[in-house]
């Protein structure tokens, strides 16, 4: 089989919007097709983000009779040749394709992070957070907020961020502000005391699913209402919001998500892990 490797022309975008997840095919995104010299042509993409130093949240596909044909080592190496980086690394789910973590590991990657979903019914989530408003209202000082996060400094809630949830090195700041800029989490409630921000949890809708991102709460305003506040302004956006189900997305070094999922025990939809390679 001859194999060709290069950017994709307009008309192959679909077939590669089939091969890599949705959110892989994206103007910020860099694409390469790996196209055969007979049917069914597009035997293979992939997609990465670039910085000046690594090549971020790569995504390798080939189609499934065409594998262990040296495609995706193909692939991988074109990415390399076009961006010389010290650093790749990207996201295979393990849930369901184990192939993945073979490719990596026998490339040389290394395990670096584990991010994992669960879902359960939103209605289940409204009912249990509901009643826990009225035990908080006397506990609640006067002078405490709750805003919008397109209220609030997004400057602010990037930092936070990069402080309490992103110091893994499998999740990127600029890729938190990117979502910002774009509006998603532009609802997600946040609690200020005064003029201090105390606490937010970040989620945004993908049709009738409701993705909870991450729970932040300072030190010095946890094991307090804090936590409780937050959790029912969500209830509040949740209702409007009109979503079915709650998903709760977590990295395997942040407690506070993984404990809040806890909350509302429901089905492990997604478990996919980091693999880096450094000195590439």
Known sequence: MKLEIRAPKRSELPGCRMLLQKA???????????LADSPPYIVGASSWLQTETAIE???IATVHTHR????GSSLLESAMMRAPVSCVSGWVDVLNDQ???????????TRTNRLTRTETDAQTVEDHLLKLRARLQKRIPQNVRILPLREVSRDQVATLCAEYISSNPGVRSDLI???YSRGDFDNSPVVVVGSELAGFLLYHLEGNRIIVSARVVLPKFRR????VLLLTAFADRQVSAQGKTVSF????????TAKLSERFPGALVRVT??????GA
């Open 24 to 34: 892989s095919v994206h103007p910020a995104r860099r694409l390469l097709v790996a």
């Open 57 to 59: 949240s790569l995504y």
């Open 68 to 71: 262990r044909q040296g495609i």
């Open 99 to 109: 192939s993945g973590q073979r490719f990596a590991l026998a490339r040389g990657f």
């Open 177 to 179: 502000a990117h979502q």
């Open 224 to 227: 307090s209402w804090v936590n």
């Open 249 to 256: 997305d977590w990295h395997e070094d942040n407690d506070d």
């Open 273 to 278: 892990e980091r693999y880096a390679k450094y």
